[in-house]
């Protein structure tokens, strides 16, 4: 076998795991995602009033934040995935949801009287964010523990904890056409606790089953 030959193919043996990787992550995403939808559909469903919702900001925002965390920590898990990437690399790009909901945030509090702060904050249905964005993320976490398994991550805590966010990012966003409670100060609090306790659950299940 030639030179070249070598290189080629050895250049070929390190890409095919990263690409099975890579459509693993994605079909997990798509299964936990599919399976997520059918129990927000047949438990909650979307808001009565979703036609007028999706004219304001507030329920936009909400919405593509949740999509946001997705993408950012679906990338992540990607490159996590890889022994060696640290967790580092990827920190940016999971700052960057974060982030955009301070600002919002912070917009709130400038736009509202401090008055009605609280209100807003506590809104009305925090239990049930509570409970519904973890029950919806068990399938859609447990798919990509399994499908990163595939892959040989550095820290296996970590990337069980990105791979939290991701499933929780995707019921988020799910639970979010649900949710009547649009204020940035209730999803701050609320959502972020909700995601927060997937992102957990990923990091101790990660520990365990993405050891190597």
């Known amino acids: 076998m030639k030179t070249d030959d ?3 193919a050895l ?5 095919r795991p990263q690409r099975s990787t890579a459509e693993r992550v994605l079909g997990a995403t798509v299964l936990g995602g599919l399976v997520a939808g059918l129990l927000f559909a047949w438990k909650l469903g979307i808001r009565p009033d979703i036609a007028s919702a999706v004219e304001t900001g507030r329920f936009v925002f909400k919405c593509a934040l949740s999509v946001m965390c997705m993408a950012c920590a679906w990338w992540a898990c990607l490159q996590l995935a890889r022994p060696e990437v640290r967790w580092k690399n990827v920190a940016a790009w999971i700052a960057v949801p974060p982030a955009l909901l301070a600002a919002a945030v912070l917009y709130e509090f400038m736009a509202m009287p ?6 807003l904050a506590v809104g009305r249905y925090a239990s049930t964010c509570l409970s519904a964005i973890p029950l919806l993320s068990i399938v859609p976490l447990a798919a990509l523990l399994i499908a990163l398994r595939a892959g040989a991550p550095r820290s296996p805590a ?3 904890a990105v791979a939290g966010l991701l499933a929780g990012g995707l019921s988020a ?5 649900h ?3 649009d204020s940035p100060l209730f999803v701050a609090v609320w959502y972020t606790l909700a995601v927060g306790t997937v992102v957990i659950a990923g ?3 990660g520990r365990r089953i993405l050891r190597w």
């Open 173 to 177: 966003a799910l639970y979010a056409t």
């Open 203 to 205: 990091a101790l299940a």
């Open 114 to 119: 401090p008055v009605r702060w609280y209100e």
């Open 179 to 181: 949710c009547p409670d």
């Open 11 to 15: 250049v070929q043996d390190v890409a």
């Open 158 to 160: 970590t990337a069980g």
């Open 6 to 8: 070598l290189i080629e």
